[in-house]
């Protein structure tokens, strides 16, 4: 996998929304109260964008900040693995403990 930093992430889905939306740097800068060069360097990944300037950003938009923020398919399908895993571990742990409990002849009751 390569590894872009989230900076860089942001900054991409900030440029394809504005350009998307039909706004020019200029344009969106004016209605977020800096410079187009800060727009660039905020698109380019150069520049932090503030959490107060990502929210006005989203707004202008028209989306929600959600959209703005990568994420991970693969951190999304290792925790489905994961949740499988321990679902299967918890199925053998239980077929353990009625087997052993069969062995020493203690009952089984159903809560």
């Not at 394809?16 to 039909?22: A, E």
């Not at 004016?30 to 006005?56: C, D, F, H, M």
């Not at 353990?96 to 409990?101: P, Y």
Request: proline share 1%.
């Amino acid at each position: 996998m390569v590894n872009i930093s989230i900076r860089y992430q942001i900054a991409q889905k900030v440029r394809s929304w504005r350009l998307k939306r039909g706004y020019t740097q200029k344009n969106l800068a004016g209605k977020i109260g800096v410079t187009y060069q800060i727009v660039l360097q905020y698109e380019k990944g150069t520049r932090k964008i503030s959490i107060e300037k990502l929210y006005a950003i989203a707004e202008i938009l028209s989306i929600g900040i959600v959209d703005l923020i990568p994420v991970s398919n693969e951190k999304i399908c290792l925790k489905n693995e994961e949740l499988n895993l321990i679902r299967e571990y918890k199925k053998i742990n239980e077929s353990i403990t009625k087997a052993k409990n069969k062995r020493s002849g203690k009952r089984e009751y159903n809560t």
